[in-house]
């Protein structure tokens, strides 16, 4: 497909478990990064990617939270010991090429909920 | 830091009538700032976007924004709004080390029959 897809889109996990969500990208894309959207709020910047580097990722909210792209392409948030704060749509975001002025374009995000 | 502020949670109008929505940025440098859409259970669609040049910028859906750089705001509107427009709207400014958005809180945005 021609946008952001992004699995699973919704996530159910107990509290305690591991779990990894996936973003692919625009193909082509050599920025990408990941939001943190809580139920009401704006999306909050979790980390960043250019390529296969993860360039900032001052947005993690803890070392639990954990992400990568190793072929610079897709990539995977895996959130480790899920708590019940981690309940929050995640959304990936990509863009082309680099420079402040490149739209983001997002994906329609992942659901996680934290009992 | 930066920052963003829109100063209404939620707005309603009738079908028809004039939208304004409110954003209000604080940023050090000249802002590149973006309003994207939100519908349940989607995700966000970029709107419009002001880098630099003419003020009063033109987006999708019939949608504009002015930036005003005296006032730091980034009003979006529209002279008439449609039901489908009902949605979460989301202010953004680019900001800090890696290009990632800055995004205000979001108003949403019922519409009356």
């Known amino acids: 497909g021609a946008g952001v897809s992004q699995s699973p889109r919704y996530k159910v996990a107990k509290r305690g478990q591991d779990v990894a969500l996936r973003c692919d990208p625009i193909s082509g894309h050599v920025s990408l990064f990941w939001y943190q959207q809580a139920l009401g709020q704006g999306p909050e910047f979790l980390t960043y990617?250019?390529?296969?580097?993860?360039?900032?990722k001052s947005g993690l909210p803890s070392d639990r939270f954990f992400a990568e792209r190793p072929e610079g392409s897709v990539s995977t948030l895996k959130i480790q010991r899920t708590q019940q704060e981690d309940s929050a749509v995640y959304l990936c975001a990509s863009s082309s090429p680099l420079g402040y002025q490149e739209t983001q374009y997002f994906g329609p995000g992942t659901r996680l909920l934290v009992l | 830091a930066q920052s963003v502020t829109q100063p209404d949670i939620h707005i309603t109008v009738s079908e028809g009538a004039s939208l304004e929505l409110r954003c209000n940025y604080s940023y050090g440098a000249t802002p590149y700032l973006f309003w994207y859409v939100q519908s349940p259970g989607q995700g966000l669609q970029l709107l419009l976007k002001?880098?630099?040049?003419?003020?009063l910028v033109q987006g999708i859906k019939g949608f504009e924004a002015e930036f005003k750089r005296s006032q730091s705001s980034f009003n979006l509107r529209k002279p008439s709004v449609h039901w489908s427009d009902a949605a979460e709207y989301f202010c953004a400014v680019i900001g800090g080390y890696g290009q990632n958005f800055v995004f205000g809180p979001g108003t949403r945005l019922s519409v009356l029959p």
């Open positions: 990617f250019q390529n296969e580097a993860q360039l900032d």
């Open positions: 002001y880098f630099s040049g003419d003020t």
